[in-house]
């Protein structure tokens, strides 16, 4: 009885690591797809995730989860760039190599942090809105 509780277990196990991984390969196959680190401001917790851009929002999902819906969904009509710097000492979750974008947002502040390589394209979509956007 504890082999075969053992064996559904572990087949549980494959299933829901082999979903993990689908998922993330669905969600950075798209165009516009980037890993991205967010932090709402005020909060000393980064969380990573992917994020898609394009047309008129920003959808960033939660790397370590199964979900299918995205955890923020940013309007780029509402989105603006106030700062841009390095990752600091006090960014302990961070790659050492990434850029940090501070930003407003409809759902209030927001820390955005991607590799320095994706930052020109991130920045040239925020700024491309549509007028009266």
Do not use: I, K, N
């Amino acid at each position: 009885m504890t082999t075969v509780l053992l064996v559904l277990a572990a087949a549980a196990l494959v299933v829901v690591v082999f979903a993990f991984l689908l998922r993330r390969r669905f969600l950075l196959s798209g165009l516009g797809a980037v890993t991205m680190w967010l932090r709402p401001e005020g909060s000393p917790r980064w969380s990573v995730g992917v994020a898609w851009y394009g047309g008129d929002a920003l959808l960033w999902y939660r790397a370590l989860s199964l979900s299918v819906r995205p955890q923020h969904r940013l309007c780029r009509a509402d989105f603006s760039v106030r700062e841009r710097r390095s990752a600091r000492r006090d960014d302990l979750a961070l790659p050492s190599d990434v850029v940090v974008l501070s930003c407003s947002t409809g759902e209030g502040p927001r820390d955005l942090a991607m590799d320095a390589s994706t930052v020109t394209g991130f920045l040239s979509w925020v700024e491309s809105a549509p007028p009266g956007s």
